[in-house]
């Protein structure tokens, strides 16, 4: 890593306009958290609550997570809020958890108070047999364009995601292209082609499965299972999580 003296030959010509802290962080490789948020369900059941319960402080949770990780300097966080098989759960909890993304897209005033941009990544609104509603659609929109300006920590929702679409449509854009197959031109063509490869994947409520999550960004990745139910998860927990990153 460069130290100040050394950058004082940045600012001594070559590139004035940069600041020591903006050219830190071009060199300095940056760090990708991602989160399955599992047991909702369980968390509510345990307590006699309905499914439904369990989302909502799932939720609650996720801002709280997502306030700890841009503390920690992390520069990605991308969470699985809804796969596109979650499409078959009883119309009421997809309404509730729908409704819940419109709730935490709408945090805005909260995610520009901690400097963090929105970002989403999943089955494009006008791909054929894209369900995602007007008003969820529209909420992702703002978030995006609400937090655009913010220069702190990446928030990527995943909503109607998955990964083997994600790659399949990934190749077929390469093959129509005529352009090589290869690590590079794939990478170029998934949803979001700036995203870093994921340094740690966390997955929460005892289940140690990937469930078609980023498999080709978590290539390298550590992963991170615990026990506790997304609703119990937290700061400490984060902590764990990125102690597994090699420095
Ligand atoms: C898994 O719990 C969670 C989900 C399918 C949905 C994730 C949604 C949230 C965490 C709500 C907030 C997130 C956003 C992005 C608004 P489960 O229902 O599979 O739990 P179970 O395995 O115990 O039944």
New binding site residues.
């Given amino acids: 890593m460069l130290v100040e003296t050394e950058l004082s030959s940045f600012h001594s010509g070559i590139l004035p306009s940069l600041s020591v802290s903006s050219v830190l962080s071009v060199i300095r490789k940056p760090v990708h958290v991602a989160c399955?948020?599992?047991?909702?369900?369980?968390?509510?059941?345990k307590r006699g609550l309905p499914?439904t319960a369990?989302?909502?402080a799932?939720?609650e949770?996720?801002s709280d997570v997502v306030r700890a990780a841009s503390k920690r300097e992390i520069d990605y966080l991308t969470?699985?809020?809804?796969?596109t098989e979650?499409w078959v759960?009883p119309r009421a909890?997809v309404k509730h958890?729908l409704g819940?993304?419109k709730?935490?897209?709408g945090r805005i005033a909260e995610l520009n108070e901690n400097n963090i941009r929105v970002n989403w990544i999943g089955r494009p609104f006008d791909e054929p047999g894209s369900q995602t509603p007007v008003y969820v659609q529209r909420a992702i929109r703002k978030a995006i364009q609400d937090t655009a300006a913010n220069t702190g920590m990446v928030l990527t929702?995943a909503?109607d995601y998955g990964s083997r679409a994600e790659l399949t449509r990934a190749a077929e854009k390469l093959v129509k292209s005529g352009e090589t197959l290869n690590v590079e031109n794939l990478t170029k063509n998934l949803y979001d082609t700036l995203l870093p490869p994921v340094d740690v994947l966390v997955r929460t409520?005892g289940?140690s499965r990937i469930s078609n999550f980023l498999l080709w960004q978590i290539s390298n990745a550590k992963i991170y299972f615990t026990d506790r139910?997304?609703?119990d998860f937290d700061a400490i927990e984060l902590d764990a999580a990125l102690a597994l990153i090699d420095n």
């Avoid at 399955?36 to 059941?45: E, S, V």
């Avoid at 969470?79 to 796969?83: K, Q, T």
């Fill in positions: 399955i948020m599992d047991g909702n369900g369980r968390w509510a059941r499914r369990g989302h909502t799932g939720e949770t996720l969470v699985f809020g809804f796969s979650n759960r909890e958890i819940l993304h709730k935490l897209f929702v909503f409520s289940e139910p997304w609703p």
